[in-house]
T-cell receptor
Framework: QKEVEQDPGPLSVPEGAIVSLNCTYS??????FMWYRQYSRKGPELLMY????GNKEDGRFTAQVDKSSKYISLFIRDSQPSDSATYLC???????????FGKGITLSVRP | EPEVTQTPSHQVTQMGQEVILRCVPI?????FYWYRQILGQKVEFLVS????????KSEIFDDQFSVERPDGSNFTLKIRSTKLEDSAMYFC???????????FGSGTQLSVL
């Protein structure tokens, strides 16, 4: 069973749209849930993280975790062309353990 | 902002050759990682390193791979005899404390011909 599954892409939306990106995971030991943004030929950059269940908001971005259904979401409001990138969900048990990534989804926001 | 530095950015090698990928982690970080990403696939964990020894490694990290921290600043990944399937982007990462302080380098694109 794959540990982290991410909705396949690519995804193309018009500027100003609300974007919903989703992942599921299988390991109940995961405590931290992250979203990374990756530009072409660059390393992943942490966008947001959430510890355990709940929501976290940062500007136009909202991260949501539902541990009961093992579901992770990232919402982007008022999407901008500059949001065009690959978005990776990742999970982490904590204590400097390894990250487990989803496959990533490439988002394109059309002007 | 702190930065993990990786060199070279792109390495081309012949199958069977040894390669060394270099990383300079953030100076006060204590845990170091190598991940790789084959084109079109997930970012995969290879190995973690703490206190001058491997703390965890994946199935991918077989006897052909080794890591070393030869001095106080560098962290290297060596592949002894490269295979075609080792072609990937290799990312170094370092962390000190909480996950928001885990930083990735820009990667080394390894092409094995």
């Amino acid at each position: 069973q794959k540990e982290v599954e991410q909705d396949p892409g690519p995804l193309s939306v018009p500027e100003g749209a609300i974007v919903s990106l989703n992942c599921t995971y299988s390991n109940s030991a995961f405590q931290y849930f992250m979203w990374y943004r990756q530009y072409s030929r660059k390393g992943p950059e942490l966008l947001m993280y959430t510890y355990s269940s709940g929501n976290k908001e940062d500007g136009r971005f909202t991260a949501q975790v539902d541990k009961s259904s093992k579901y992770i979401s990232l919402f982007i409001r008022d999407s901008q062309p500059s949001d065009s990138a690959t978005y990776l969900c990742a999970t982490y048990t904590g204590a400097n353990s390894k990250l487990t990534f989803g496959k990533g989804i490439t988002l394109s926001v059309r002007p | 902002e702190p930065e993990v530095t990786q060199t070279p950015s792109h390495q081309v090698t012949q199958m069977g050759q040894e390669v060394i990928l270099r990383c300079v982690p953030i100076s006060n970080h204590l845990y170091f990682y190598w991940y790789r990403q084959i084109l079109g696939q997930k970012v995969e964990f290879l190995v973690s390193f703490y206190n001058n020894e491997i703390s965890e490694k994946s199935e991918i990290f077989d006897d052909q791979f080794s890591v070393e921290r030869p001095d106080g600043s560098n962290f290297t990944l060596k592949i002894r005899s490269t295979k075609l399937e080792d072609s990937a982007m290799y990312f170094c990462a370092s962390i000190s404390g909480s996950v928001e302080k885990l930083f990735f380098g820009s990667g080394t694109q390894l092409s094995v011909l």
